[in-house]
């Protein structure tokens, strides 16, 4: 019995811990709403400009590459840039047209 008389905690804690539980998911929630949910905002957004991607729209890889698209498959992009012609990965691309993938500068 003294051993289990230890571990309870002293009367009138309990509202303690509660203030404790609160602010605990007062900070989740802020950096949910700073964090989490802007960047999955902006990946649905990106994957909605490569959705309507399609050939002869001129687009900008984030190596700074400019060039037509020159034919599309499931992730790879053949693109026209002067006279050569590239294979860039689908998620590469930052700009179609005038719209660009959201955090990326203008």
Avoid: C, W
């Avoid at 303690?16 to 905002?41: D, E, K, T």
């Amino acid at each position: 019995m003294p051993i289990l008389a230890l571990m309870t905690p002293p009367p009138g804690t309990g509202g303690q811990m509660s203030i404790l539980l609160l602010q605990v998911a007062g900070f989740g929630a802020v950096f949910y709403f700073l964090f989490i949910r802007p960047q999955n905002q902006a990946r649905k957004k990106h994957q909605e400009l490569l959705a309507a991607l399609k050939q002869g729209d001129e687009i900008t890889t984030s190596g700074g590459i400019i060039g037509k698209v020159k034919s599309m498959k499931e992730d790879r992009i053949t693109i026209e840039s002067g006279s050569a012609s590239l294979v860039v990965e689908r998620s590469r691309i930052v700009r179609v047209g005038d719209q660009t993938a959201p955090g990326q500068p203008n």
